[in-house]
Every structure is written in C-alpha cells, then in structure tokens.
C-alpha cells in the first residue's frame, strides 16, 4: 500500500496514518534518523515492518551497523553534470552511518537492492582495494590530471573510516602522485590525516570543505545523529587552518524555516575559526528523500511541518523537488533568491570567497604502472 507520504499531493500530517504504521519503533532504531525502512525502488516485492497486533516486532534487536566488503573494478566514477565543478570523484563507501535524514545519496542504496531509509545507515559498504584502484587507474596511459572531488556521495570520514583507514590510503596515493584533491566531509575524524593534507597543502594540492548545517546541537542530533557535533566541525576547520590546509564551510543543506534563519551566525562562526570560503546547497529531496524527510518532519518538528514544506514547494515549482539543471542546487522564485543574496552579503561582510583557490594539477607524477599489467614482450 502507498501511503500518504510516498505521494507527490500536498500533505496533511493529520492523514500521515499509514506512515506511521510503517514506522520502527524508536528503541530498534535510537541513534538513526530513519523511521522507515521501505524497499527500494528497483525490487519487485515491497515490504514494510508493521504491528500485527500481537506485538512481535517487541521481541526484535536494536538495529545495528553493519559492513560488507566490495571489491570494486573502478574507483573513479565521472560526471559531466553542469551544476558541478568537478567531473571526477571518489567514493570508497556505499551508504553512510552518520544518517543524515535529508541526504540526496539516499537512492543510489536502491541499485544494491536496499532501502534508501534505515538500510542507508546500517547497512553499508567498504571497498577495501580503492587505493590499490586508484594508482592503477591514473597509470593508464592518457591520463590527464583533473581535481579528484571526494566527499560528494557519502562521507570518506563517516565512523566506518577509524577502522577501515580507506580515506587516509587514498591520500596518500594522491600525496606521492601530487595530485589535487577537493574534500567535503561533516565528520572532524578529517584532522587525522592533518599530516598529509598539510604536506598536499604545501604544494597547493588539496583544498577541505566542512559542510556545517546547524549550530543547533540538539537538532544536529535529530538530522545528523551519527555526524560530528557542530562545535567539534569548527574546531575541524580551526585545525586544518592553522595547519596551512585551505578549508571553508558549506551549509548544505539550507532548510528554509528551520535552519535559514541561522546562516549569518553560522558563516560568522566558521570565519572565526579559520573559514577562507563559503557555499551552501538548498535542501534536495529526490525520489525517496522526501518521504523520509517529511516523516521526520512530523516526528521531530511538526510544528513546523506545513512552513516548511510550504516553502520547499514554493522553491521547487511546486513540487517536493525539481532536477532541472542550474536550480536543483539553489532552488527559484522570491525566497530562493533570498536566501541567495543574504548568504552573499554575510560571506562578503566576513571577507570570505575573496579568493576562489585553483588547485595544482601541473606537477603530477604519474605512478609506474601502479597495479597495471606489465606488457608481456
């Protein structure tokens, strides 16, 4: 059955019966974002958890993490994508335990034959030979150096990464082949590797986007609950500045009615601690996104429900979301354009984005047939 939530109409939360049916019970799920654990997209069954009355999902297990390993053919996975700055990336998980219940990543779980809701955070992947990949493929002959972004689909720095060390073996790949690299993460594990982002930094290789959405803890905890705490993401960006690595923070996303109205405070604190450049996303919610995120509207801030999603709407021609190029990033109309020229005045009060920092793609040293078949004669 399809319930309220999963319709493009406009909703009443009073008629959001059937997701709440559909929803984990909050001691299974404490810790994560997600109440829903609908099946993806791609199956052909659809299955939801719900009551039957005879209170067996009482005797399940708190959901917990967990890892599979992927041994993957490729690590760097192109785009051509007009709305980005870069036509390269790397991910080295699938997945992302820090839960963020409005992340645009969320549908790519249904291409492993998962949910984009609870399964997104709990069920997730590693892909133990992305360094080994990584020298192979910029050893092919043709290889021409670009900035590497990574970051962009799930965080390089989400928990998983203290006992896998994926991010840390790519760096330093990129560190002996001078190879730029571009790096978004909400996590502050990102000062681990302060040691060679300071050396990449040195030679003008490498440049740290923190993405700050909240200085509100509390609701960082409620959106974000696996994620860094605000204060331990600037104190990030303090550490990388004063290292020498170029950082700056992104408020992405911007949640018209709920996080909007602190932009000015948030660039205020990010350029106290060491911010050179600002940039922020509109909220996206495509496909399955916005049934979770609407459920957990109702959930942590039904106050605000109707505002914001009012907003939203008015924002995206109407819709939940529009994909159209040049404004799933920043959105239209009157207050999109609002929240556009108030992120700019602040950035410019606070001399951010005086710069813009052009990575170094000129002195790469192509690795020896790094992992690449040695011709036989």
């Not at 705490?229 to 020498?244: F, T, V």
Request: glycine share 6%; charged share 30%.
């Amino acid at each position: 059955m399809k319930s309220a939530l999963q319709s493009d109409d406009r909703v009443d939360p009073e008629e959001c019966t059937g997701a709440k049916s559909a929803r984990l019970k909050e001691d299974r799920r404490r810790g994560r974002a997600a109440a829903l654990n609908a099946s993806g997209r791609y199956e052909p069954l659809s299955r939801e958890s719900f009551d039957d009355g005879w209170d067996s999902l009482d005797d399940l297990p708190p959901l917990k993490t967990e890892v599979q390993e992927e041994r993957a053919r490729t690590i760097i996975t192109r785009n051509e994508s007009p709305d980005l700055s870069f036509d390269r990336s790397i991910n080295p998980y699938r997945g992302c335990e820090h839960g963020c219940i409005y992340c645009f990543a969320r549908p790519s779980h249904a291409y492993m034959g998962l949910s984009p809701g609870l399964d997104f955070e709990t069920r997730l992947f590693a892909k133990p030979n992305a360094a080994m990949l990584l020298e192979r493929e910029l050893s092919r002959p043709g290889y021409t150096p670009r900035v590497i972004a990574i970051g962009t689909n799930t965080d390089p720095y989400q928990p998983l990464e203290k006992s896998y060390g994926l991010m840390r073996e790519i760096l330093e790949v990129l560190d002996r082949c001078s190879h730029p690299v571009a790096i978004v993460t909400k996590s502050a594990l990102v000062t681990r590797d302060v040691d060679i982002l300071a050396r990449m930094a040195e030679r003008n290789l490498v440049k740290v986007a923190v993405s700050v959405t909240t200085l509100d803890r509390k609701l960082c905890r409620a959106m974000e609950p696996r994620a860094s705490a605000p204060h331990k993401r600037l104190g990030a960006i303090r550490a990388l500045s004063e290292a020498g690595v170029p950082a700056s923070v992104m408020m992405a996303p911007v949640i018209p009615a709920l996080t909007d109205s602190e932009i000015e405070a948030l660039l205020e604190a990010a350029a106290d601690h060491g911010a050179s450049e600002a940039t922020f996303i509109l909220l996206r919610l495509p496909l399955e996104v916005s049934a979770l995120f609407r459920d957990w509207l109702l959930r942590e801030r039904p106050d605000r429900y109707r505002h914001v999603m009012s907003l939203i709407r008015s924002m995206r021609g109407g819709k939940d979301y529009d994909a159209k190029w040049g404004e799933r990033m920043r959105g239209r109309g009157p207050y999109a354009e609002q929240i556009a020229k108030r992120f700019s005045l602040a950035a410019k009060r606070l001399k951010l984005n005086l710069r813009r920092r052009k990575l170094n793609t000129s002195d790469f040293v192509q690795p020896q047939k790094g992992g690449v078949q040695l011709d036989l004669f």
